[in-house]
Each structure stands twice: as C-alpha cells, then as structure tokens.
C-alpha cells in the first residue's frame, strides 16, 4: 500500500514560482514512475510532469521550460519546482506513482494541492 502526502501549493501572482512536494510511504519508492497531474475547474485531468526511477523525465508542452519534475530516491520525495506560473497553471495539482509492471488503475494518488495563479 502506498501513500502519498503533498504539500506546497497556495496563491502566486503570475510570474512568480512554487514547488511542490510529494512524500512517498510504501513500497520501494525506485520501482515507481512519479508524476504530477493537475485539473483545472470544468476541465479534465492532466499530466504535467513524469520521471522514471533513473530520472529521466517528460513534461507536457505547456510547462516545458518552466517547470521542473525532480526526485530524491533517498527521501522517497518527489518535487515539482513551478516557474514563470500563469493564471492557465491555476488548479489541483495530484502527486501520482505508478508501479512498473502493473496496470494505471492500480496507481497511488495524492489528496491534491490547490494552486492558484492571479493575474
């Protein structure tokens, strides 16, 4: 069983940053794919971030360049560092582990964080 605590999101002016942090309890934190979704009001949701257990990493066209998915494989934390944040950014953003071999439907989430861009 898995569980995953977020923490770091709240109000930012356009331009400005957050990051985000994901800590994951459970089974071996380096057998799991992290990302980062988030869902914006009326709309679905979506990957932002991913990175594999060697840290390779793949970000949606919306965020590359600004954002930064990173992970500490001995904390078993993973961080989303948000730069140049625009009001588009706004919504919950969840913290999602996949484990390799096994189906999405058995993926962990996190309880979601709120982040708010004002313009």
């Known amino acids: 069983q898995v569980q995953l605590v977020e923490s770091g999101g709240g109000l930012v002016q356009a331009g400005g940053s957050l990051r985000l942090s994901c800590r994951f309890i459970?089974?071996?934190?380096?057998?799991?794919?992290m990302g980062w979704y988030r869902q914006a009001p009326g709309k679905q949701r979506e990957l932002v971030a991913q990175?594999?257990?060697?840290?390779?990493?793949k970000y949606a066209d919306s965020v590359n360049g600004r954002f930064t998915i990173s992970r500490d494989n001995s904390k078993s934390t993973v961080h989303l560092q948000m730069n140049s944040l625009q009001p588009e950014d706004t919504g919950v953003y969840y913290c999602?582990?996949?484990?390799?071999?096994?189906?999405?439907?058995?993926?962990?989430w996190g309880q979601g964080t709120q982040v708010t861009v004002s313009s």
């Open positions: 999602n582990a996949h484990r390799l071999g096994t189906s999405t439907e058995d993926d962990s």
């Open positions: 459970g089974s071996p934190f380096a057998w799991h794919v």
């Open positions: 990175i594999t257990g060697g840290s390779s990493t």
